[in-house]
């Protein structure tokens, strides 16, 4: 059984920074990946930033250079930090593992995900 809850959510300023934190993270099978993804009102849930079990990593490109993912192994533990934050990040952030896409490098897709924490809110306000 794997149990993903995430924590770290907020509502901060444009251009502040956040952290996210989901516990209970752990590989089941060294195919799989760990990503994050947002969701926002009427929107369809989006893949943030992901990292495989050899910590390779993709980002969305809308968050190249401001997000980074990292896990703690140790400790069961994804994160996401978050710098430069634009309104435009408002949404409701779900962790999430499942197997890697087929292709090397490319972002996994909500619908491929096998397990998901219930989300944590983050607001950015201008």
């Known amino acids: 059984e794997v149990n993903l809850v995430e924590s770290g959510g907020g509502s901060v300023q444009s251009g502040g920074s956040l952290r996210l934190s989901c516990a209970g993270t752990?590989?089941?099978?060294?195919?799989?990946?760990e990503a994050w993804f947002r969701q926002d009102l009427g929107l369809e849930r989006e893949v943030v930033a992901s990292?495989?079990?050899?910590?390779?990593?993709t980002y969305a490109d809308s968050v190249k250079g401001r997000f980074t993912i990292s896990q703690d192994n140790a400790k069961n533990t994804l994160y996401l930090e978050m710098n430069s934050l634009k309104p435009e990040d408002t949404g409701t952030y779900y962790c999430?593992?499942?197997?890697?896409?087929?292709?090397?490098?490319?972002?996994?897709?909500?619908?491929?995900?096998?397990?998901w924490g219930k989300g944590t809110l983050v607001t950015i306000s201008s």
């Open positions: 990292i495989d079990a050899k910590g390779r990593t």
């Open positions: 999430a593992i499942g197997p890697c896409p087929a292709v090397a490098g490319k972002a996994p897709h909500y619908y491929g995900m096998d397990y």
């Open positions: 752990r590989y089941t099978h060294d195919t799989y990946c």
